[in-house]
C-alpha cells in the first residue's frame, strides 16, 4: 500500500534560516506527490505538488522535488518568515482517473519561526 | 465565502449518543471526500463521493458511521453510538475531477466524546 513518512518535528527556526522538511514515500504505481500546509486556526490547504520524476513544484518561496530514485520529495525554502509557522503535510496519491485518488499523508511536521 | 464549510465546528456528546456533521462542498466540484485527523497525525481517509454516489470507504470507517450526498451536493457524517476513540476532528474537502490530489479542506469538525 501507500504510505509517507515525514521527518519528526517540532521544527524550530529563527527568521531568515533554511529550511528542510524531509519526505520519503511508498507507493504502487507512479505516485503524484504534494506539500499540504495548515495554518493555525485554519483549513489544510495546498502549498505545492510534483506530478512526475524530477519535477519541481514551487509556491511561496517553497519548492520540493520528485526525485524517484530515492522516492523522497523534501521541502525546502531558503528565507524562513514568521509567517511560514504552519504544520506541513507531504501526501501522495495514485490511481487511474476513474479512482477516489484519495490522498494518503505522512504525520506533519510543525515548524515555529521566531523573530 | 466559496469555500468548503463545516458544521458544526465543535461537537462535545457523550459515549453512545449519535452526532451527525454536515459539510457543504464547492458548488462547482463533483468529488467529497471525508477524512479523520487525530492529534499529531495527517488526515486519513474515510470515504469518497462522485457526485451522490459513494464510491469507496476506508475500513476505518466501521458499520457506526454512515455517510451521504443527496443530490450530489451537501454531505453528512454520522456516527452512532458514539466511542472515546471516535474523538477527532472531522475533515471534509473537495475537489474536481481535472486536479489530481488538489483538494480544498474545510476547516473541520471537531469532535470530543466524553
Known amino acids: 500500500g501507500n504510505s509517507v513518512t515525514q521527518m519528526e518535528g517540532p521544527v524550530t527556526l529563527s527568521e531568515e534560516a533554511f529550511l528542510t522538511i524531509n519526505c520519503t514515500y511508498t507507493a504502487t504505481g507512479y505516485p503524484s506527490l504534494f506539500w499540504y500546509v495548515q495554518y493555525p486556526g485554519e483549513g489544510l490547504q495546498l502549498l505545492l505538488k510534483a506530478t512526475k520524476a524530477d519535477d519541481k513544484g514551487s509556491n511561496k518561496g517553497f519548492e520540493a522535488t520528485y526525485r524517484k530514485e530515492t522516492t523522497s520529495f523534501h521541502l525546502e525554502k531558503g528565507s524562513v518568515q514568521v509567517s511560514d509557522s504552519a504544520v506541513y503535510f507531504c501526501a501522495l496519491t495514485t490511481g487511474t482517473s476513474g479512482s477516489a485518488r484519495q490522498l494518503t499523508f505522512g504525520s506533519g511536521t510543525q515548524l515555529t519561526v521566531l523573530p | 465565502d466559496t469555500g468548503v464549510s463545516q458544521d458544526p465546528r465543535h461537537k462535545i456528546t457523550k459515549r453512545g449518543q449519535n452526532v451527525t456533521f454536515r459539510c457543504d462542498p464547492i458548488?462547482?466540484?463533483?468529488?467529497l471526500y471525508w477524512y479523520r485527523q487525530t492529534l499529531g497525525q495527517g488526515p486519513e481517509f474515510l470515504t469518497y463521493?462522485?457526485?451522490?454516489?459513494?464510491?469507496?470507504k476506508s475500513r476505518l470507517l466501521s458499520d457506526r458511521f454512515s455517510a451521504e450526498r443527496p443530490k450530489g451536493s451537501f454531505s453528512t457524517l454520522e456516527i452512532q453510538r458514539t466511542e472515546q476513540g471516535d474523538s477527532a476532528m472531522y475533515l471534509c474537502?473537495?475537489?474536481?475531477?481535472?486536479?489530481?490530489?488538489?483538494?480544498?479542506f474545510g476547516e473541520g469538525s471537531r469532535l470530543t466524546v466524553l
Open positions: 463521493f462522485q457526485n451522490e454516489a459513494q464510491l469507496e
Open positions: 458548488s462547482e466540484h463533483n468529488r
Open positions: 474537502a473537495s475537489s474536481s475531477d481535472f486536479a489530481v490530489g488538489e483538494l480544498f
